[in-house]
Structures are given as structure tokens and as C-alpha cells.
Nanobody, 119 residues
């Protein structure tokens, strides 16, 4: 059974940093694309960043480009989201997700981790 477990969320002041982790288990992810999404209170869930399991082709939402970095550690089956220069508008629940590389839909989702950025 596939499991994605996020961790690393918390409360941070504006301008600070956090690193989110997503531990993946239950299958071989070598042909999967991993993504981070977030949902702010009262808003739709939105795309943040994505990367292939091999670490190639990172892609970011314009709102986080230059501040966030997505990466992976294949040996640990873990994907990271390094978040720097955080802003209050980055507040939300952050979700890790996985999709097969030839499919557009993300089939697997984690439970989410809360990130709160205070001004």
C-alpha cells in the first residue's frame, strides 16, 4: 500500500525557512513524478512544485520560484521542499503527491502538514 507521509511543518516568522519532508513507501517510485501542493484557508488547493523521482525537471509555481527548492533522496525514498524567505501568504496545509510519469492525475496524496508564517 502506497503511503506518503509529510513532516516538517510549523510556525515561522516571515523571512524564515522551513524544510518539509515527504517519506514515500509501498512501491518503487522510479517512474513517478513527485509534487508539492498547498491549500490556504478558504482557498483551492494549488500547485507549488514538482520533480521527477530521479531529480530532473524541477518546476515551480511563479509564486515560489527563487524561494523554494524541491529535491529528492532516492536512498531514503524521501522528497524535500526547502522553503526560504517565507511570506505570510505561504501559510497553508502542504501536501505531498505522486503520479506516474505518463499520467497527468496525481493518484497518491499525503495527509498534509501545516505551515504558518507570521508577519
Amino acid at each position: 500500500q502506497v503511503q506518503l507521509v509529510e513532516s516538517g511543518g510549523g510556525l515561522v516568522q516571515a523571512g524564515g525557512s522551513l524544510r518539509l519532508s515527504c517519506a514515500a513507501s509501498g512501491r518503487t517510485f522510479s517512474r513517478y513524478v513527485m509534487g508539492w501542493f498547498r491549500q490556504a484557508p478558504g482557498k483551492e488547493r494549488e500547485f507549488v512544485a514538482t520533480v521527477s523521482w530521479s531529480g530532473s525537471n524541477p518546476y515551480y509555481a511563479d509564486s515560489v520560484k527563487g524561494r523554494f527548492t524541491i529535491s529528492g533522496d532516492n536512498a531514503k525514498n524521501t522528497v524535500y521542499l526547502q522553503m526560504n524567505s517565507l511570506k505570510p501568504e505561504d501559510t497553508g496545509v502542504y501536501y505531498c503527491a505522486a503520479r506516474y510519469q505518463t499520467v497527468a492525475k496525481y493518484d497518491y496524496w499525503g495527509q498534509g502538514t501545516q505551515v504558518t508564517v507570521s508577519s
